[in-house]
């Protein structure tokens, strides 16, 4: 049996896919902080047979939620604070994602202008679509950042 010591301060997120923790950790820019990481990858769920966990200690507002959100609402996120789940927290679907989805439209200025922010909007929140906010192009899988 692993056992993963108790954060003091920070979050659990639990339920991510099997094999997906480590896109996680890259888009929430973890690798830049200097916090405590614990990823636990194919641990066994009755809900899911299989999921990746991880346990960041860190301050509660470091890690950006609408990023999350976009990337899987499904993920359960718990805030720790002294050792204790103080709050779990429900994710929803951010009205913009900023520098996380790249736009493939070769006409839009974010491919002219380099410096130029990747901006998408929620245009349909039943069906999860964004769109660039410059061009309006669509937000396909193949436009995430790696």
Same mark, same amino acid.
């Given at each position: 049996m692993l056992n993963v010591g108790q954060i003091e301060q920070g979050y659990v997120l639990d339920h991510i896919p099997a094999g997906k923790s480590l896109?996680?950790?890259?888009?929430?820019?973890?690798?830049?902080?200097?916090?405590?990481?614990?990823?636990?990858?194919n641990a066994r769920s009755d809900k899911m047979g299989k999921k990746d966990i991880l346990k960041v200690e860190c301050d509660p507002d470091m890690i950006d939620l609408d990023i999350l959100a976009f990337l899987n609402r499904n993920i359960t996120v718990n805030v720790i604070r002294n050792g204790e789940i103080a709050e779990k927290k429900v994710l929803v /679907?951010?009205? &913009?994602? %900023?520098?996380?989805?790249? *736009?493939?439209?070769?006409?839009?200025?974010? $491919?002219?202008?380099?410096?130029?922010?990747?901006?998408?909007? /929620?245009?349909? &929140?039943? %069906?999860?679509?964004?769109? *660039?906010?410059?061009?309006?192009?669509?937000? $396909?899988e193949k436009a995430v950042k790696n």
């Open positions: 896109n996680l950790y890259n888009h929430l820019h973890l690798n830049k902080t200097d916090c405590t990481v614990a990823m636990i990858m /679907l951010p009205r &913009e994602i %900023k520098g996380v989805i790249k *736009c493939h439209n070769p006409r839009c200025i974010t $491919s002219i202008e380099q410096g130029l922010p990747h901006i998408f909007v /929620l245009a349909d &929140e039943k %069906k999860a679509i964004y769109r *660039c906010k410059y061009c309006d192009e669509k937000y $396909s």
